[in-house]
């Protein structure tokens, strides 16, 4: 079983910065990726970026390239995902996820989710 569990949403004002945290634990032997993903009402689940938590290679979308970054820090089951230059258009509830693949970018293959975190950017 794998535990995923992320926190740090809130509401920031456009151009701001928040931080996201993420906890991937438990039988992680199958699960090296870990994905962050982002939904709005009426909308999929959007692919935001990816991290091979041990290489520390990344993939990133085109929409939060350059803004967001993602990182892991393995001895304390964690990745995290910093977003600097925040944007209205960022508003949704972030996903944190394992799955097997870190370059994998769409959301079945991804096993294991946490229950989300509401990020909201004012303009």
């Known amino acids: 079983q794998v535990h995923v569990a992320e926190s740090g949403g809130g509401l920031v004002q456009a151009g701001g910065s928040l931080r996201l945290s993420c906890v991937v634990a438990?039988?992680?032997?199958?699960?090296?990726?870990g994905g962050w993903f982002r939904q709005t009402p009426g909308k999929e689940r959007e692919f935001i970026g990816s991290?091979?938590?041990?290489?520390?290679?990344?993939n990133y979308a085109d929409s939060v390239k350059g803004r967001f970054t993602i990182t892991r820090d393995n001895a304390n089951d964690m990745v995290y995902l910093q977003m600097n230059s925040l944007k209205p258009e960022d508003t949704a509830v972030y996903y944190c996820?394992?799955?097997?693949?870190?370059?994998?970018?769409?959301?079945?293959?991804?096993?294991?989710w946490g229950q989300g975190t509401q990020v909201t950017v004012s303009s």
């Open positions: 996820a394992a799955g097997q693949w870190w370059s994998d970018t769409v959301e079945s293959s991804y096993v294991y």
């Open positions: 991290i091979s938590r041990s290489s520390g290679r990344t």
């Open positions: 438990g039988r992680t032997d199958f699960s090296d990726a």
